[in-house]
């Protein structure tokens, strides 16, 4: 740990093409734990786990050296976050807050047997819907099943007078809205989602011919269309109803402006207060020309110590990429951290000049890529409880590539993940003791490493052809894996790169190259399928991309061996023969996969995705799940948040802001349904 310690957290993620880079599952937080154990004893990461979920704290480092100013402006951001809390809920599926509302009464007023299996599997479920911010699975979209029968849920709704409709009753068990966001082929995705960002009857059709019609002003500034409204069809005409105050969800909307409003008067700088007051007038109005106009000045506005993100911007949860989530990650800097890792970005056009990439696929100038290492201070919406590790904004290309983008890791929220432990994985999956030596010494570093290169040089790399569209027209669906998988690959070819030594970012750049291309192919062909349901195809844009990358290279290096497939006691092990080899396959799956970027080729996509994305070997996925049945840490994790508690003077002004610590995870769901519920049950 200490050499992580000293080289600190560094991961990130984007956000244009949803960046929720989540840890491997072979962790190896084992030895970590030993090492933390002694250092972080007094403070508990973990909550509570239940089913496959496991709850943990974070701290708030540095807290105490903000200015009662700067805590003023993390907390009134903190609260307009939360404001939005119910937004999510909605957005995930038309019936989650009745839903809610109904199963948070059961459990505060029922006062039957509450010992019994069935009562079990009430709380269970619940937890699993606070968890989800809804009734599908945060991770596979699938709706939860309840282990309890319908009728123990209507002897529940009898016992305490709670009534739902017989629609809603249903929705909880049949098998209609199966899917949150479903990304299969040859399908209607749009049709067959459960997501509440289309109306009943709205097609893939419909959705590509009504934004297909629509221009921007200026055509080198293509617009987010789509990004903040619900498209519904009224009378078989399609309509859009944007979220903004006095529109969709414009109760929370509005207590959203209030607290950004008290924000704005204690901004840092006047930078961040015209960001402050563009973002207000977006929330105001709809308008998707001040959304760019914010977008521009909050990349601009990288001075101060607090940094916020707040708005519909990951558009993960629409199976075609229009509609962005709402999500709030409240940030304070940490110093140390972020000045040790500016060196990345510094060193950005190095990067890219010597890149495998084709010429004209190069960038002449890669422009303001900002990297920091936050502490988070609070998060709501799809960032919460299940939270990224990195992020980068903003998402529209034209400003990324005219102003350039902020990328920052989440440092707090990676320590507490390191200190929760794990349940020694690593060990099962390894092929041999020098992998498991080079994990245990350059395993976290090499990982953190790969993060940061994959959002600020990765994501920031390389140029569209001229005339070739936006990557989520072109690609369509397989663009969020594509884009990843791009990051991904830039991060592998230079984690084998002497230059991060020469950067004194490592100090042996060879030996944490190996741990980390280890790492990467056994949790891309084995360890990351303890997430999968067996006969499941792999779904998820990150998931997706680490197989393809796997499993194409793997295949590349076959006639020399360079990846050996080793069957020992029924059970399988990937063991690399050679790495220089492996990474000039990286190095030219990253020229391929820049090229079908860059040309918008959707054919070699569908081809390198649904070839080696999508498809599990059953008898390989069999035996990783039968292997992982003795670990009992749940394969996701995710947190409660602190509660920042102002003490006022007697004319209600804030003279002081201590951070508390939840009791549990039900105490803080149950609190934020009391204190953040804005809107009505059906939006
Ligand atoms: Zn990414």
Redesign the pocket.
Known sequence: MKLNRILFFIT???LL?????DPKVTDQSDQQEDVQEVVEEKFDYMVEQFADLKILRYQIPGWDNLTLKEQKLVFYLTQAGLSGRDIMWDQNYRHNLTIRKALEKIYTSYDGNKTSKDWKAFETYLKRVWFSNGIHHHYSNDKIKPEFSQDYLSSLLAATSTEISKEVYEAIFNDEDAKKVNQAKGIDNVALSAVNFYGPGVTNDDVTSFYGKMKSPDKNKPLSFGLNSQLVKENGTLKERVYKSGGLYGAAIDEIIKWLEKAQGVAENKAQGDALGLLIEYYKTGDLQTWDDYNVAWTAATEGNIDYINSFIEVYNDPLGYRGSYETIVQIKDFDMSKKMSVLSENAQWFEDNSPLMDEHKKDSVVGVSYKVVAVAGEAGDASPSTPI?V?LPNANWIRAAVGSKSVSLGNIIGAYNNAGGSGRLKEFVHDNEEFELEEQYGQLGDKLHTAL??VV??ASGQLNPGVGETKETLKNYASTM??GR??LVGLYYLMDPKLQELGLVEDWEKTGKAAYDGYIRNGLLGQLIRLNLGDDVEEA?MRNRQWVSAWSFEQGKKDNVIEKVTRDGKTYYNINDYKKLREIFGRLLRETQRIKSEGDYKAAEELVEGYGVKVDQAIHAEVLKRNEQFTSAPYSGFVNPVLVPEMDENGEITKINVTQPEDFVSQMLMYSKHYNFLPEVN
């Open positions: 990130v993620a984007s093409i949803a960046c929720k880079k990195g980068n994959h959002e990765g994501h884009e990843e990051a991904d990150h």
